[in-house]
């Protein structure tokens, strides 16, 4: 069975930092791309960051470059984003997604991922 679980959210002040945690299972980590993905109050679902095990290749959202870093333990299946720097604007549900082919340019698109994680809370506190 394929699973994906975040964790790692919370509440943090503005100018904090928070590191979320997706553990992958049930499927070959290194063949999948990793996204992670957020949706705020009455906002759609965007693309916040993305990773590729076959060639180390990474993507961020404009919103997000210089503050977040996604990076990959596959020793543990685990994908993880630190981010830095959180503002209000970046409260929101944050979920993982796992996909079994490079979305290239197209990596911010909710569709082109199979699989989902059920989301980590994370609450900025101006």
């Known amino acids: 069975e394929v699973q994906l679980v975040e964790s790692g959210g919370g509440l943090v002040q503005a100018g904090g930092s928070l590191r979320l945690s997706c553990a992958a299972s049930g499927f070959t980590f290194d063949d999948y791309v990793i996204g992670w993905f957020r949706q705020g109050p009455g906002k759609e679902r965007e693309g916040v960051s993305v990773i590729s095990h076959r060639g180390g290749g990474t993507y961020y959202a404009d919103s997000v470059k210089g503050r977040f870093t996604i990076s990959s333990d596959n020793a543990k299946n685990t994908v993880y984003l630190q981010m830095n720097s959180l503002k209000p604007d970046d409260a929101a549900v944050y979920y993982c997604?796992?996909?079994?082919?490079?979305?290239?340019?197209?990596?911010?698109?909710?569709?082109?991922?199979?699989?989902w994680g059920q989301g980590t809370q994370v609450t900025v506190s101006s």
């Open positions: 997604a796992a996909s079994p082919w490079w979305p290239g340019t197209m990596w911010n698109r909710s569709g082109r991922y199979e699989y």
